[in-house]
């Protein structure tokens, strides 16, 4: 796998901006998944919903720039839910979302080598829920955390990616981006930011340690 824009020969990538969920868990599909088992759709059905029912799309780009609380958007994916024909309570809702969201261990232990390093790693995320992230610890593993819900604005908006680089204060094209999704992966891209499309933990660690020059894990390290 090799970067989807790369850095120029005139610079040098030294800080990190990386995704949540999908990239820091198994991927987000895998949750969907669970969610349309528990509520007895087809394995599709959710994420079909959520890219195609306007009230439940709607209300998921509100929650995701802190326009919507936790419960309204749970009051509106459920009830596009039940019109699919499944049978779903909405309190918990996003309780069973992060529940089926596993985390991926060996990308958690890559950004805390990266920080050991010495390179500055900001997490930059789209919410879903006041309690997505606390199964991770985000002072241990990250300088700074920037999500929509809590600035405003969303991937793939150019503003979020420009908030991250000014708080972690280098600039863009100084700045690697790694998503599970290429659209996010364009926005950065507007602003000089190299992106990294994440697909597996093998192939991401050794795309993103070439593109920050550190060396390869020692076996005790390991």
């Given at each position: 796998?090799?970067?989807?824009?790369?850095?120029?020969?005139?610079?040098?990538v030294r800080a990190i901006l990386?995704?949540?969920?999908g990239v820091l868990t198994a991927p987000l599909g895998s949750a969907f998944r669970g969610i349309a088992a528990d509520a007895g759709l087809e394995p599709s059905q959710?994420?079909?919903?959520l890219g195609?029912?306007?009230?439940?799309?709607?209300?998921?780009?509100?929650?995701?720039?802190?326009?919507l609380d936790d419960e309204g958007f749970e009051d509106a994916f459920a009830a596009a839910l039940v019109e699919a024909g499944g049978k779903v309570e909405a309190r918990g809702l996003l309780a069973s979302l992060g529940a089926h969201l596993e985390l991926d261990l060996p990308m958690i232990d890559m950004v805390r080598r990266i920080r050991a390093a010495g390179v500055p790693v900001a997490l930059v995320s789209?919410?879903?829920?006041?309690?997505?992230?606390?199964?991770?610890?985000?002072?241990?593993l990250f300088d700074v955390s920037v999500i929509?819900?809590?600035?405003?604005?969303?991937?793939?908006?150019?503003e979020i990616y420009r908030i991250a680089c000014s708080r972690l204060g280098v600039a863009?094209?100084?700045?690697?981006?790694?998503?599970?999704?290429?659209?996010?992966?364009?926005?950065?891209?507007?602003l000089g930011i190299t992106g990294v499309l994440h697909r597996t933990a093998e192939e991401t660690i050794g795309?993103?340690?070439d593109l920050l020059h550190l060396p390869a894990p020692s076996v005790a390290g390991e």
């Open positions: 796998m090799s970067p989807v824009t790369a850095p120029s020969d005139e610079r040098r990386i995704d949540y969920g959710v994420i079909g919903v195609t029912h306007e009230g439940a799309r709607c209300a998921l780009v509100e929650h995701e720039v802190g326009q789209n919410s879903l829920g006041q309690d997505c992230y606390s199964r991770i610890d985000l002072d241990e929509s819900a809590q600035v405003g604005v969303r991937k793939p908006s150019r863009p094209d100084e700045c690697l981006l790694v998503d599970d999704l290429e659209h996010n992966l364009v926005g950065a891209a507007r795309v993103v340690r």
